[in-house]
Nanobody, 112 residues
């Protein structure tokens, strides 16, 4: 069993920056961030493998950067040029041995 603990949610002004962190209780394979806005389905934001291969949703390319520290089993999401439509609950996700794990989510609200 892997526990994921997210931190860094909050209220940000449009155009601003913010960083999310997620620490896993053990070593994992891929890690990523998903988000869910009110009335919408959960969607992938960004994902990163242990060797640093990344992929991003088109809506955040060029604005968000995902990174990880394998020694700390931690993944980060640097969010720049935030838009009101980025407002959502952000969930950390990790995969290990074919199992998927989720954090509880952290709210990010971007005010216009």
């Amino acid at each position: 069993q892997v526990q994921l603990v997210e931190s860094g949610g909050g209220l940000v002004q449009a155009g601003g920056s913010h960083r999310l962190s997620c620490a896993a209780s053990g070593s994992v394979f891929s890690m990523g961030w998903y988000r869910q806005a009110p009335g919408k389905q959960r969607e992938l934001v960004a994902r990163i493998t242990p060797d640093g291969v990344t992929n991003y949703a088109d809506s955040v390319k060029g604005r968000f950067t995902i990174s990880r520290d394998n020694a700390k089993n931690t993944v980060y999401l640097q969010m720049d040029s935030l838009k009101p439509e980025d407002t959502a609950v952000y969930y950390c996700n990790a995969q290990r041995l074919g199992e998927f794990y989720w954090g509880r989510g952290t709210q990010v609200t971007v005010s216009s």
